[in-house]
């Protein structure tokens, strides 16, 4: 079995008298895409910025590529590619000026033209930092983590503030990665973002993983779906509710629009429209409705992404 590209085990980190994190354990597998979701406060950022090297843990292991992020810092540095949301780029100097200075820093980086124009930014190479967009500037940052041609990459909010064709291009830069074998842990406040491109989600809350495992996976677990269906006013329930598991449960919700709630398969479906035969109707409009990925966080944290 690989060797976990990233594994935190046993997590504490403290600020004064209060846990960031509690005792959190994770594994990313090399090759893959994890996502770690949370709402603010949950000790995400702490766990994130503690796997790149920037914070030192209070008491548990923490291994990326095998190794200590602090005491082997050195060696992990030239593997590893971080994504910040701000700060460390001076604002006076040029998109391309500070792209290839990250470049040299490495022995085998990607071209710069080549990435300057796949991430869009080819028209505003000559242009200082502080006179780029907000978007801009965020992939400028996702340029500098990637110019090295990391083995595992660090991405947070790799596409927060950029207009739906950057943020689409970003995304398929991201599987593309993927699809290299690099390694992406990344943070994001986009459920539809964490849903397209991750293979693992972790979601943390109040220090911990509070649950773990592929979107689809998350989604399913203990589902309670929807299935809604048009037909005539007032139809008798009774015989529905008879042929329907017990967890499940058929309604009137308005005129002539009914809903059944409850682990929507094959059976179910077969269920609901036999019963309407049986019926002589024609149920209209009929849909299925999953969870989604933003259902389950609600459900697991109670609370909003952004808080």
């Known amino acids: 079995m690989a060797q976990p590209a990233v594994e935190v085990v046993d997590l504490v980190k403290r600020y004064g008298g209060t846990k960031a994190v509690a005792g959190l354990s994770m594994s990313v597998p090399p090759g893959t895409v994890t996502a770690v979701l949370g709402p603010n406060g949950a000790g995400k950022t702490t766990t994130v910025e503690t796997c790149e090297g920037y914070r030192a843990p209070d008491a548990g292991i923490v291994r990326v590529l095998g190794l200590d992020p602090r005491s082997d810092a050195r060696a992990l540095r030239p593997r590893v590619g971080i994504m910040l949301q701000?700060?460390?780029i001076y604002p006076g100097v040029k998109a391309a000026e500070m792209l290839r200075h990250m470049a040299s820093l490495h022995a085998h980086p990607l071209d710069v033209d080549e990435l300057l124009d796949r991430l869009g930014l080819g028209p505003s190479?000559?242009?200082?930092?502080?006179?780029?967009?907000?978007?801009?500037?965020q992939r400028l940052s996702l340029a500098m983590a990637l110019v090295g041609r990391p083995e595992l990459v660090f991405l947070d909010e790799p596409t927060a503030g950029l207009d739906p064709q950057a943020r689409r291009a970003t995304w398929e830069l991201v599987a593309?990665?993927?699809?290299?074998?690099?390694?992406?842990?990344?943070?994001?406040h986009f459920m539809d973002e964490a849903?397209?491109?991750?293979?693992?989600?972790v979601v943390v809350d109040h220090g911990v993983v509070i649950a773990a495992g592929s979107p689809g996976e998350l989604m399913?677990?203990?589902?309670?779906n929807t299935l809604r269906f048009g037909g005539p006013h007032g139809l008798d329930l009774t015989g529905l509710q008879d042929v329907l598991s017990p967890d499940s449960k058929a309604s009137e919700v308005s005129p002539g629009h009914y809903l059944v709630e409850g682990t929507i398969d094959p059976h179910l479906l077969a269920s609901v429209t036999a019963w309407c035969a049986d019926q002589g109707v024609m149920p209209r409009d009929l849909t299925v409705e999953s969870r989604t990925l933003e259902d389950v966080f609600l459900e697991l944290t109670g609370r909003e992404l952004r808080q």
């Open 220 to 224: 399913s677990q203990g589902a309670r």
């Open 125 to 137: 190479r000559r242009t200082a930092y502080r006179r780029l967009s907000g978007g801009q500037q």
């Open 176 to 188: 593309e990665l993927r699809d290299a074998g690099v390694t992406v842990v990344l943070t994001t």
């Open 86 to 88: 701000s700060g460390g």
């Open 195 to 201: 849903e397209r491109l991750a293979d693992q989600v």
